[in-house]
């Protein structure tokens, strides 16, 4: 398959046709919109349909559709950014948000390039996903059945399940985005995301269970058995959260399990490598490129390009090819996650990490899929190092503070470990840590690295997008714990 | 017309309109909701415009009900091919779902066809000249602060102005439409030493714009809190009393309200099963809703189903006396709308209980922690497990002793309703929510062992 060859070519006929626009069009508005000499000047167009099926009570009884377009123009002189958006983007309606913009960026300079921008065509070669439609109607009843079935696996499962609801969400999302530079690329992103909760219920006490499979595909992407092992992941995670004890509090050993939990890379080292944080001072890791931040045997990535993660990307959102980017090298300090803007001002080039909400959104410097690379151990003998700690297998997203470098995750399965056997699930609990402190505790690294199954986010100024995150087990000897045990 | 919309409230009234029309020649009762929105931000740093934005977003969102089945559907644009699409696409969905015979509309005399207003609009000058002045003057204050205290960095001084119109249409004959404005400020500043840095902020959101805090009170606050965390450090894991900062006590709020909302009820994702007429928190606490406050932030005359809420008690001596349902959820739990189909609306907690300002809650405090920020963590909703890393300050005999941080909060929000003790006179607004500071008795703190 190659998503990038068809990916231009669907972009310019689902995003400028209807509108009746054409490139010459458009390289006049970016000529205006570079005016007398702006850094950047970029025009980000985008339609997104969306379709959705839900299940609640046994049966599916709702159903939405959704479809959305704009274009967002920008303009940036020496870092001075001015930003406008449009849900219209035939030609008069584009030429008025690039005059909102220069109108924002007070340039009253003559237009340098008056004739207008010559645009080539960037395919931006990819196999990273097709150039396919998720969004088709004619799935409908493929995803219905696909929905009933959960439901029905679920209670058979286990009659203490009270409550399913099971979501199908397919997206499409066609980008192009167009450059003072003569850029014009294209992208097309499918998107799937099953996802279902299920509520335990027995003596009176209440336990939530959930889990999820997001794909870029449609329908024919997901197998009956990822689909059984998912349904099987949310039960057991629910019967287990019923049993639970409270968590302990306090500083104590924890080993985090393969796939998601690579959060903690993502939040304790992913944000503060990007580059927006460093060219304002921002971040912890401020000044610390080149200097060992970590244990030895610590490698973080951030990789646009693997296949069909979520994280991954064509083009990004102002058209450059993803990279992959060394954060941490065996412990050292190696690279930053950049955007064209903040690339410009710090003398460095952009990573392909540019990426945005929507076109109602500014790009900044974001992560796509970053992992934690492979060790040596084997994970068995892992849980079995820990005397007395907790073995958390599952998060419910995370969150750091840039400036301290101090980031907390929330765990939504997890177990208390006593002299190196798992004893009891505990009561979701806070994990917290400073950045470069944590990762200096690792010390023991496994070989079972696995990614999230599709349904991770990160969140940044108000804008959500997918990414994707990775690790094998690994034990950190010292994180704080807050249980509600004392 | 406003300068930052494009579209007047009758425009929006006729994509409503058009859409209900459209899905009644299908044979479909319907509903359609349209809105608009304008908006301008300013974003200054060290005498510099980081940002300028302006930006317009704009959604028709309609729901069919034919033969007992539901289907919705949305769009950005406003013509008549796309509406006419819109309705297609329900249509079909209308065709794939089951039937579930509580999706219908409400009964055409539940809606307010007429009925008080609060007024959601004030004129105020919003255009990006105004909001560059606003973000300037915010910036010129934190430069002088600045200069006054070598720890302090300035951050991001932002000025926001958001003008909206929505619109509401139903097969009923319903066709209603408000007029809303926004107006924010926010200040971030950033403080070190030896011991590590910081950032803070702080907002101030109104409806019109000299009911904003003044910029220095709001740079002031901003450089005040972020100065406040500097030596922050963990402590022992310990149990001990916990006083929620207004701005945090507020969450606590948002739960107790989450947990009575009838979607949470009817999907058993509620800590709090069966509430009405039972004791749920401290018998001392009132929660009390109202819709029709002028320019407050939650206000409206009706909701999205074009029902109207009302002036009422939620919880009476920690005694639930009503729940947040739609028609929808509603009907799941054999009760009508209480017209809150978009989740509540401008609530306030009292306590009849011994209390005071800020100072006066730190004797009551004695030794114990103040929660000036959530750092990140989770509630369960069915089960009410809480757990939450936090910063802080440690208090002995009334007064502060140092900055907290590295530290945990664990609990289940049942206990913690009830073990509210007090409820401060230091009411501040957050969002919908307005409550002072919360003074709960006893929690886990996860710290150093």
Known sequence: MNGGDVSIDLARARLLGPAGLDEAMIGRALGHLAGGGADIADLFFETTSLRTWRLEGGRVTHGGFMMRQGVGARAAHRGHVSFAHSADFRESALNDTVRAVRALARDGHADRHPQGIALNRHAGRHDLYPATDAVLVEDASGWIAVLERIDSLARARDRRIVRIDANVRMQDTTVLVANADGLLAGDVRPMTILSVMVVAESGGRRARGQAGLGRRAGLNGFDTASVDQMVAAAVTMALNNLDAIPAPAGEMPVVLGPGYPGVLFHEAVGHGLEGDHHRKRLSAFDGKLGQRIAAPGVTVVDDGGIAARLGSLGIDDEGTPPDRTVLVDDGVLTGLMQDRLNAGLMNARSTGNGRRQSYAHLPMPRMTNTFLANGQADPADIIASIDHGIYATEFDGGQVDIVTGRFNFTTIEAWLVEKGKLVAPVRGATLIGVGDEALRHVSMIGNDLAFDTGMATCGKQGQTLHVSVGQPTLRIDRMMVGGQAG | ?449
């Not at chain 2, 007024?119 to 204050?141: C, F, G, K, N, T």
């Not at chain 2, 901003?222 to 022992?236: S, V």
């Not at chain 2, 406050?293 to 009476?316: V, Y």
């Open chain 2, 1 to 449: 017309m406003s300068e930052l919309l494009t579209h007047s409230e009758s425009d929006l009234r006729d994509a409503a309109a058009l859409a209900v029309d459209l899905a009644a020649r299908r044979g479909a009762r319907a509903r359609a909701s349209v809105h608009h929105e304008g908006i301008a931000k300013i974003a200054v740093r060290n005498g510099e415009v980081e940002t300028a934005e302006r930006s317009g977003t704009q959604g028709l969102g309609l729901t069919v009900f034919h033969d007992g089945r539901q289907g919705s559907a949305s769009t950005a644009r406003f013509d008549r091919a796309a509406i006419e699409r819109v309705v297609e696409e329900a249509m079909l969905i209308v065709g794939h779902v089951q039937p579930d015979a509580d999706a219908d509309l409400p009964p055409a005399q539940w809606l307010a066809f007429s009925g008080p207003a609060p007024d959601l609009y004030a004129e105020s000058p919003r255009s990006p000249d105004v909001l560059l002045d606003a973000a300037q003057a915010m910036d010129a204050i934190a430069s002088e602060t600045v200069a006054s205290d070598r720890r302090l960095r300035a951050g991001e001084q932002v000025a926001v102005a958001t003008e909206g119109v929505w619109a509401l249409a139903t097969s009923d004959g319903f066709c209603r439409s408000t007029q809303r404005s926004n107006d924010a400020r926010w200040s971030v500043m950033l403080a070190q030493d030896e011991g590590g840095s910081n950032s803070a902020f702080c907002q101030s959101q109104e409806r019109r714009i000299d009911a904003l805090l003044p910029a220095a009170v709001l740079v002031e606050r901003a450089a005040n809190r972020a100065r406040q965390a500097l030596g922050g450090r963990t402590i022992e894991s310990r149990r001990c009393p916990v006083l929620f900062a207004p701005h945090t006590a507020a969450t606590l709020v948002g739960e107790l309200a989450g947990a009575l909302t009838g979607n949470a009820q009817y999907r058993k994702m509620s800590f709090l099963p069966d509430p009405l007429g039972r004791v749920v928190a401290a018998s001392h606490l009132d929660l009390s809703e109202d819709p029709f406050e002028p320019l407050g932030l939650a206000s409206g005359g009706f909701d999205s189903e074009g029902i109207a809420g009302s002036r009422r008690a939620i919880l009476r001596h920690g005694v639930v006396q009503g729940l947040f349902l739609s028609t929808f959820s509603g009907r799941k739990l054999g009760m009508p709308s209480t017209g809150n189909a978009d989740g509540f609306y401008n609530l306030r907690l009292t306590s009849s209980a011994a209390s005071g300002d800020w100072q006066a809650m730190l004797r009551m405090l004695g030794s114990g922690l103040v929660v000036t920020e959530f750092q990140g963590g989770k509630t369960d909703p069915a089960s009410g497990n809480w757990t939450q890393a936090i910063k802080g300050l440690w208090v002995e005999d009334g007064c502060v002793v140092h900055a907290v941080t590295d530290v945990t909060l664990a609990s289940n929000l049942p206990a913690m309703l009830n073990g509210i003790r007090a409820v401060g006179l230091d009411v501040e607004r957050l969002g919908a929510i307005r409550t002072g500071s919360i003074l709960i008795d006893d929690m886990q703190l996860g710290g150093r062992r």
